[in-house]
Every structure is written in structure tokens, then in C-alpha cells.
């Protein structure tokens, strides 16, 4: 089905303010944004505007009770100025599988990608030229009834705005595994992507950083000791000739970059395994010389090395001299994502 989008351009647009050269991640907005209201159970108002602000009453219960999931996709382009997109469909399912965890109205597939695909299309002159740079995209959907209640709203607002970004880690992050906080148990919302479960890594991450760590390693609720991501990526652990990474088990989120990632390494005849993967066999493996490789992996980080894992009082230093697989992921998504590198498994659309 094909939707019709009212449209409204911007009168100045703030294109030529943006330096390509240094874009820090997630503070530039390009100048329109998708909007959709839920109203009387339908998705209706579908526009296109200029970004604004939007009015909230005080008794919007996103706020209150937490309504609140979004997705993070990228656009790129190719060395003929095609807008490229990676795995759009994958992001509208994960999109949907977030709303119904969070009581909330799915979005129609058809819609989500006609807005997505209309947006960027509109705005690709603020895709970054620079490999590993990118039109990052930030699909989101909020609760709006106006009650002091808990209840599932009634009425929702669904955004997607763009900016431009490079990249999230500038160097390879140093992390710190949690074992007083935890993120998220099988059952609860850890597999969403929902805005509660960021926030809820901000007090273990602010102690992490304390500590000269950027991130917190989460372990799992009921033993603390099985990995399940990072704040901010998936995780992957290269240990001999196997790349293991945590199995999804319902609280760790389906990662897009992960899942290709898996694809990636098997294509190249690597022994990818997704199964529990404690703490202590990784510091283990990390004493004995078997752990050759940690990375984490996600749509803003795309793939990210470690270089410290720090667990209680023991601290695994990594040696970044052998990081090929993930120097060779990190440009192999790149060079997939701007054309470069063949394509083989159809995972990009031009916008
Ligand atoms: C993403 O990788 O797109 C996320 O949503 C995570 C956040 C750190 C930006």
C-alpha cells in the first residue's frame, strides 16, 4: 500500500552550518522530520515538517509510566550519490516486536519503510561523504494520552528524525563488568528497545567512567556471571579460532550489526557460536592467552574494539595488535554499507 505524506519544507535550511569534517554524534539534526499521530486506533496525520519542538502536556504518561522505544538505523551513500539504506525491514520488525513488549500500537511494515525510505530520500544531501560517517536515524514512538494512571495510552506520537554522524567510539573502549547492577532478566524488557532500559545503564555507566571506563559489560539478573551486552553495542569474544558471542535469550537486545556480523564471519568459514558465555571463562581465556579478540557491535558503534575488560579486581588488558577480525568487520560494513564491497547477501536498498 502506498501512503500519502502532506509535505512542508522548510523555509532556511541549516545545511550549510554543518562542518562533514566534525560532526560529534547526535547533536546535529538535519531539517525535517516524519510525523504520525495514533488516534482512535489508526495511524493518521502522516507529514513530513520542519524539525520543531514539540508541545507535551505534563501529564503525558511517556513520561510518567514509561511508553517509550525507538530504533537506530543509518544511511550512506555510494560513490554515484545513491542514498543507501542497511536492513531497513529488519529494523521496522524489531520496531514492532518492541511496541507489542510495551503495549503499544504497531506500526504497518509498508509505512515505516515508505517514511523512512521518503525522509531520507528528502534529506540525503546531509548523508556524510566520509567512510564510517553516516546519516544516522532515530524512528521513535511515545505515548501522549494525558492521565495520571497506569494504563496503556490510547494516543501515541511516532517520529523519525536524522542527523548526521561520525563515528560513536573514537578509540577502543575500556570496559567494566557489572556484578551489582544489573540490565535486564529473561521476561522482562531487556529485549526491547525501549528508552527505560538506556536509562537504566546510566548510573552503573556515570561509576564506570569514574573509573576510567567508557562502558558497562552487563552480566546476567539471576547469576551474575553470564554475559548479555554492553550499554551501548552487543558483544562478541574471539577465543582461539571460535567467535562466540551471547545467545539471545529474551533479555539481551537482537542487534542488526550483530546478526550480520554472525552472517559475516560464517561466510568467511569462521566458527561462530552463540551460546552463555560466563565472565570467568573470558577472564580465564584472557590469563591463558586464548582470548585473542573482544568487540562490541551495533548500529552507532558499528563495531567497536575493546582494549580493557576490568571484572571486580582483576583487569584484562587486550592486545590491539590483534585485532583482524574486527578491523576486517569494521571495514567489511563499511565498504558493504557505501558500495565498495559486493553486497552478497542484498542487505542494502537505495533510500
Ligand atoms: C544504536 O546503536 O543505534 C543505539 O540505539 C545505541 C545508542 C548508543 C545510540
Not at 567489511?332 to 542487505?347: P, Q
Request: hydrophobic fraction near 45%; aromatic fraction near 10%; charge should be neutral.
Amino acid at each position: 500500500m502506498s501512503y500519502k505524506f502532506q509535505v512542508t519544507k522548510t523555509q532556511e535550511s541549516s545545511l550549510s552550518k554543518v562542518d562533514f569534517n566534525n560532526i560529534p554524534f547526535g547533536k546535529t539534526f538535519s531539517d525535517h522530520m516524519f510525523v504520525a499521530d495514533y488516534i482512535h486506533g489508526e495511524w493518521t496525520n502522516l507529514s513530513i515538517v520542519p524539525v520543531a519542538k514539540i508541545q507535551v502536556h505534563p501529564g503525558n504518561m511517556a513520561w510518567h509510566y514509561g511508553q517509550a522505544i525507538f530504533e537506530g538505523m543509518k544511511a550512506t551513500r555510494d560513490a554515484a550519490g545513491h542514498a543507501l539504506l542497511f536492513r531497513p525491514e529488519l529494523h521496522a520488525k524489531r520496531m514492532n516486536a518492541s511496541a507489542r513488549r510495551m503495549c503499544m500500537p504497531e506500526l504497518p511494515e509498508d509505512l515505516f519503510l515508505q517514511a523512512i525510505h521518503t525522509l531520507v530520500d528528502m534529506e540525503k544531501a546531509w548523508i556524510p561523504p566520509a567512510a564510517g560517517s553516516a546519516l544516522y536515524i532515530r524512528p521513535f514512538m511515545i505515548a501522549m494520552d494525558e492521565t495520571i494512571g497506569v494504563k496503556a495510552s490510547e494516543t501515541y506520537k511516532f517520529i523519525i528524525f536524522v542527523m548526521p554522524v561520525g563515528p560513536y567510539y573514537t578509540n577502543p573502549v575500556k570496559l567494566l563488568a557489572q556484578d551489582t547492577y544489573v540490565r535486564a532478566v529473561v521476561g522482562g524488557v531487556g529485549e526491547a528497545k525501549t528508552a527505560g532500559n538506556y536509562a537504566a545503564s546510566l548510573l552503573p555507566a556515570t561509576m564506570a567512567r569514574k573509573e576510567g571506563y567508557d562502558q558497562v559489560m552487563w552480566l546476567d539478573g539471576v547469576h551474575k556471571k553470564y554475559i548479555q551486552e554492553v550499554g551501548t553495542m552487543n558483544i562478541f569474544f574471539v577465543i582461539n579460532d571460535e567467535v562466540v558471542t551471547p545467545n539471545l535469550d529474551g533479555a539481551i537486545l537482537d542487534g542488526i550489526t550483530r546478526n550480520s556480523m554472525i552472517a559475516l564471519f560464517k561466510d568467511k568459514g569462521y566458527k561462530v557460536t552463540e551460546r552463555p558465555i560466563t565472565i570467568d571463562e573470558v577472564m580465564d581465556a584472557g590469563k591463558n592467552g586464548s582470548l585473542i579478540e573482544v568487540f562490541g557491535t551495533g548500529t552507532a558503534a558499528v563495531v567497536a574494539p575493546v582494549s580493557h575488560l576490568k571484572y571486580k579486581d582483576q583487569v584484562l588488558e587486550l592486545d590491539m595488535n590483534k585485532r583482524n577480525l574486527s578491523k576486517w568487520a569494521y571495514e567489511t560494513i563499511n565498504g558493504i554499507r557505501n558500495r565498495t564491497i559486493e553486497d552478497k547477501f542484498g542487505w542494502i536498498v537505495e533510500a
